[in-house]
């Protein structure tokens, strides 16, 4: 279907991108700004608080979300988006108070080092030790580990993955449930997907920001090989928990969103997978004024509840 009218209007107010390459300052700063220009939905929730999760090699700065109600509340770990590279709590607290509104379930985000400070696997360190921690404390956060699921965005979503097919090997938490929100989900080179240049050019996330994002990533070209970096090129799905696959229609990442969905159920997960017509790369971060992806967003939160149940 056509681009949904209210982002036919973002995408032309979007300045062109600068003639030279941006400093990671720059891209940074510039996530930060438009994340910060975004309308927002009112939420209903108890409130918040800031904790640091150990982490690897040093404290991940985290944000709690406690829904209204009574404990133990189901749990839900978040990473956000950003390329591996950039965005922060602050520019994914909108989608994490409606993941806490529509779930009932404490929502936890957790701050994973950013490249190319810290390439790969550090964020993926990150990602799982995060979730091993939260998973032996989700007592004290009013949480039950018995009803646990992980999600993320992006970047966030292919660490989300890492992290459940870390845990799957007997190193954590069993897991409920697993929400990937347009996920990075095959770095390797190897598949030609239509989307990545139908959809490379005027639909806020372009091609080039993506080879970008990737050369900060990564070490060299073995690593995008890896399991934790392309899980769809090479890793084994079989026995992750049931899992939930957003794409949008105008998404780079769309086709790869599609496949992997394709992979999770033909390796026997339980999956459900929902296309974003007319949606582009982000809308879970514009909800507040896209009502599709309002709609889509609501949807992911009512499935995590009943998952979580």
């Not at 292919?158 to 347009?182: R, T």
Request: proline letters at 10%.
């Amino acid at each position: 279907m056509p681009l949904v009218p209210e982002l036919q209007a973002f995408l032309a107010q979007i300045p062109p991108a600068p003639s030279e390459r941006p400093s990671i300052e720059q891209i940074r700063a510039l996530a930060v700004a438009n994340s910060a220009q975004l309308p927002r939905r009112p939420t209903s929730i108890a409130g918040t608080r800031e904790i640091m999760v150990p982490g690897p090699a040093s404290e991940l700065p985290a944000r709690v979300y406690t829904p209204l109600g009574v404990g133990p509340f189901p749990l839900v770990v978040y990473f956000h988006g950003g390329g591996f590279v950039a965005y922060t709590l602050d520019t994914h607290d909108q989608v994490c108070r409606e993941l806490c509104t529509g779930t009932g379930a404490v929502v936890v985000s957790v701050e994973y080092r950013l490249a190319p400070e810290f390439r790969f696997p550090h964020p993926t360190d990150d990602a799982y030790a995060a979730v091993k921690w939260l998973g032996e404390h989700a007592a004290e956060l009013g949480a039950d580990a018995g009803r646990m699921a992980v999600a993320g965005d992006s970047a966030g979503a292919n660490l989300s993955l890492a992290a459940a097919l870390q845990v799957q090997g007997g190193g954590g938490p069993e897991l409920a449930a697993l929400l990937l929100i347009y996920p990075v989900a095959d770095m390797s080179g190897q598949t030609e997907y239509p989307s990545r240049s139908e959809n490379g050019q005027g639909y806020f996330l372009t091609s080039e920001a993506m080879q970008l994002f990737g050369a900060m990533y990564l070490n060299t070209p073995e690593d995008a090989l890896h399991p934790h970096v392309s899980p769809l090129h090479s890793a084994p799905l079989a026995g992750l928990p049931p899992t939930l696959v957003l794409t949008a229609e105008y998404d780079p990442l769309r086709d790869e969103g599609n496949a992997l969905a394709e992979k999770l159920q033909d390796q026997g997960v339980d999956t459900t997978y929902r296309p974003g017509p007319g949606l582009i790369h982000g809308f879970a971060n514009m909800t507040g004024f896209v009502p599709a992806a309002a709609q889509i967003m609501d949807d992911a939160a009512a499935w995590l509840k009943q998952k979580l149940s």
